[in-house]
């Protein structure tokens, strides 16, 4: 997926549409190709969203034809409707961008409101009924301006998903209203309901506004989801440029009191050791990270080698991190003894060690067994 998307944006530099071509191509063949693939972890279907919304763009700027991009749309569709596993899904989400224009936009709603309002009718009746052309019919009606058609439809279903009724906040943005679409995003928070998800609307409802404050106050850390700590700090980052990276570190630690030491990775590739070391002391680390962080910084950073060789043998003294092996202990303590020789004012390494590793438990026991220290 890596491979096919970075060679379809290399070639949206020189002929987009090619490049539109090719997307509508790869997600066309995504879904059956991965269908047979195990990925009860989750990463396969994170993958694909994340393919999906790098893709949506890219075609909905493709500069071509109003009858190639209708074609475009029904093969995508079809690929929508085949879709098991659900590896697209969130296509729907962006059906009106892939219309690029209201008059395309249109005449889909067109196509799809007759179908979602015959389910909805039996919904009322009380009979299960489905259809996945919901979300890109809302998508549709939204991008063609038609919020009270929008409005409309959905009032019809008389027990309303949390992800439909986000169109209906949407609507209420669009025509100005953005407190009463908060309130309508705050109402559908549940035990059933994302609170990421429901965060990130109502964060882009007021930074559209130009309620930059708020918007960071209340849900710039809750909004923002990322694979890697490091990773959610740069979006923070990026997203409001107005607050001092510093503030934004550290509201975003303190959001999980106990995990501090999760930070410890994205303190030092800021190049913050201090910060890194001290949080790496409040909670747990994987011994593992805090001997690579040593390793790697014996000779620039010997001060924070050091520290980071002892607290990875505290760590493992203490049963942290996962398969560990003698040969992780010592790794630890020889960075410890090579940063502690490269820096200016040696220190009583020895005693250090000993006193990282101390304690009776099982881990520590074994620990000075493979330290030779007991």
Same mark, same amino acid.
């Given at each position: 997926?890596?491979?096919?998307?970075?060679?379809?944006?290399?070639?949206?530099?020189?002929d987009?549409?090619?490049?539109?071509?090719?997307?509508?191509l790869?997600?066309?063949?995504?879904? /059956?190709?991965?269908?047979?693939?195990?990925?009860?972890?989750?990463?396969?279907?994170?993958?694909?969203?994340?393919?999906?919304?790098?893709?949506?763009?890219?075609?909905?700027?493709?500069?071509?034809p109003?009858?190639?991009?209708?074609?475009?749309?029904?093969?995508?569709?079809?690929?929508?409707?085949?879709?098991?596993?659900?590896?697209?899904?969130?296509?729907?989400?962006h059906?009106?961008?892939?219309?690029?224009?209201?008059?395309?936009?249109?005449?889909?709603?067109?196509?799809?409101?007759?179908?979602?309002?015959?389910?909805?009718?039996?919904?009322?009746?009380?009979?299960?009924?489905?259809?996945?052309?919901?979300?890109?019919?809302?998508?549709a009606l939204?991008?063609?301006g038609?919020?009270?058609?929008?409005?409309?439809?959905?009032?019809?279903? /008389?027990?309303?998903?949390?992800?439909?009724?986000?169109?209906?906040?949407?609507?209420?943005?669009?025509?100005?209203?953005?407190?009463?679409?908060?309130?309508?995003?705050?109402?559908?928070?549940?035990?059933?309901?994302?609170?990421?998800?429901?965060?990130?609307?109502?964060?882009?409802?007021?930074?559209?506004?130009?309620?930059?404050?708020e918007?960071?106050?209340?849900?710039?850390?809750?909004?923002?989801?990322?694979?890697?700590?490091i990773?959610?700090?740069?979006?923070?980052?990026?997203?409001?440029?107005?607050?001092? /990276?510093?503030?934004?570190?550290?509201?975003?630690?303190?959001?999980?009191?106990?995990?501090?030491?999760?930070?410890?990775?994205?303190?030092?590739?800021?190049k913050?050791?201090?910060?890194?070391?001290?949080?790496?002391?409040?909670?747990?680390?994987?011994?593992?990270?805090?001997?690579?962080?040593?390793?790697?910084?014996?000779?620039?950073?010997?001060?924070?080698?050091?520290?980071?060789a002892?607290?990875?043998?505290h760590?493992?003294?203490?049963?942290?991190?996962?398969?560990?092996?003698?040969?992780?202990?010592c790794?630890?303590?020889?960075?410890?003894?090579?940063?502690?020789?490269?820096?200016?004012?040696?220190?009583?390494?020895?005693?250090?060690?000993?006193?990282?590793?101390a304690?009776?438990?099982?881990?520590?026991?074994w620990?000075?067994?493979?330290?030779?220290?007991?």
């Amino acid at each position: 997926m890596s491979e096919a998307r970075t060679e379809i944006e290399g070639i949206a530099r020189f002929d987009p549409a090619l490049a539109g071509e090719g997307a509508v191509l790869l997600l066309e063949k995504l879904s /059956p190709a991965l269908s047979d693939i195990d990925s009860s972890s989750g990463s396969l279907g994170n993958a694909a969203a994340g393919l999906v919304e790098a893709l949506v763009p890219m075609i909905a700027a493709a500069p071509v034809p109003p009858a190639t991009r209708e074609k475009w749309l029904e093969r995508l569709f079809e690929a929508f409707q085949d879709d098991d596993p659900p590896y697209i899904e969130s296509l729907g989400e962006h059906w009106g961008a892939l219309c690029a224009g209201p008059a395309l936009a249109s005449k889909w709603a067109d196509q799809l409101l007759p179908l979602v309002q015959r389910v909805m009718a039996d919904r009322r009746r009380g009979t299960y009924a489905y259809t996945k052309g919901d979300t890109p019919c809302f998508s549709a009606l939204f991008s063609a301006g038609r919020l009270d058609d929008l409005l409309a439809v959905l009032a019809l279903d /008389p027990k309303p998903h949390w992800q439909a009724q986000q169109w209906a906040a949407m609507a209420m943005a669009v025509r100005g209203d953005v407190d009463g679409a908060i309130a309508c995003i705050e109402a559908l928070r549940g035990p059933y309901a994302s609170d990421t998800a429901l965060s990130a609307p109502a964060e882009k409802f007021l930074l559209d506004a130009g309620q930059i404050d708020e918007a960071y106050a209340r849900y710039g850390i809750q909004a923002t989801d990322a694979n890697t700590h490091i990773a959610r700090y740069r979006s923070l980052v990026k997203r409001y440029p107005s607050i001092p /990276p510093a503030r934004i570190l550290g509201d975003l630690i303190a959001s999980a009191p106990g995990e501090e030491g999760k930070w410890f990775a994205t303190a030092k590739t800021l190049k913050q050791f201090d910060l890194a070391i001290a949080l790496a002391g409040r909670s747990p680390v994987d011994p593992k990270t805090l001997v690579r962080a040593a390793r790697d910084h014996v000779k620039s950073q010997p001060a924070f080698a050091l520290e980071s060789a002892l607290l990875a043998l505290h760590w493992m003294a203490r049963g942290a991190g996962y398969d560990m092996t003698s040969a992780d202990m010592c790794a630890a303590r020889d960075h410890a003894l090579a940063a502690a020789q490269a820096m200016a004012s040696p220190t009583d390494v020895a005693k250090r060690i000993a006193e990282a590793v101390a304690g009776q438990g099982t881990a520590a026991i074994w620990v000075r067994q493979s330290l030779g220290l007991s």
